[in-house]
């Protein structure tokens, strides 16, 4: 005959904690840990600092594109990304590439535009009004601050109104005839500008004039550039 042993009474057994144990690598910590304080940088831009300039927009990217890299080095896989046929990266570099590509569309929407509330016409006439009294150095002082290095720095600024606008002298009296509001348009950096267009009365005859501004960090606008017609319109 065969004996079946009683069951065992596991009741008052505890099962032991399981734990989980294994190696992190310095560098890939330390990626993520960067990839974390850019994306905060990133968020405080996006927020405090409306109608940015050319070179805050390049500090954004790279902060995107280096908190993309840092926290793209501890996703598991692998990315491969291959540009125009003879640029490769991979990793975290492929995460950074993604970022820079796609600038154009990061910059239109993950920056803040805000338009001024005051009058664009006070900045624009006393840019003209240091036109007309010949001071074309106080009339460059109040250029946006990319216009300075975009359209023209000091010197070339002086010799063109030295060589075209200075000779015209003062304008006896000057209407404005038109004024448009664009934002981001093309072949412009980023940002909000007001265009305004004058009828301008010299001692040659009458001129058309256009003044575009720029919405500025400081939220007021700022002369972005100027043009005057070549040749003579009706005053009328």
């Known amino acids: 005959m065969r004996t079946v042993p009683p069951a065992r009474n596991n009741t008052n ?3 032991k904690p399981v734990s989980l144990t294994g190696n992190l690598d310095i560098n890939i910590l330390l ?15 996006s927020v405090y600092f409306p109608n940015p300039t050319e070179f805050q927009v390049r500090v954004w990217i790279t902060c995107l594109g280096l908190s993309a890299a840092g926290i793209g080095a501890l996703l598991p896989g692998f990315i491969e990304v291959k540009y125009k046929g003879f640029i490769r990266a991979t990793g975290a570099a492929a995460f950074f590439g993604v970022v820079y590509a ?9 920056t803040t535009l805000i338009e001024p509330k005051g009058d664009a016409m006070t ?7 240091r036109l007309d009294e010949g001071k074309p150095k106080e009339a460059h002082a109040e250029l946006d601050a990319d216009a300075k290095r975009v359209i023209a720095d000091l010197p070339t600024f002086e010799k063109l109104y030295q060589n075209y606008r200075g000779p015209m002298g003062a304008s006896s009296e000057r209407s404005l005839v038109a004024t448009n509001t664009i934002t981001n348009p093309p072949g ?3 940002g909000i500008y007001r265009q305004l ?6 001692q040659s005859g009458c001129r058309a004039e256009q003044v575009i501004l720029r919405a500025g960090q400081d939220l007021s606008w700022h002369v972005w550039s100027y043009t005057i017609s070549p040749t003579t319109i009706p005053c009328e």
């Open 31 to 45: 990626a993520f840990v960067f990839g974390v304080i850019f994306l905060g940088v990133m968020l405080v831009f």
């Open 197 to 202: 267009g004058f009828r301008s009365k010299f």
């Open 13 to 15: 057994r505890t099962a």
């Open 102 to 110: 796609s600038q154009p569309v990061l910059v239109q929407h993950g």
């Open 123 to 129: 900045p624009a006439l006393s840019f003209l009004v």
């Open 188 to 190: 412009y950096p980023l």
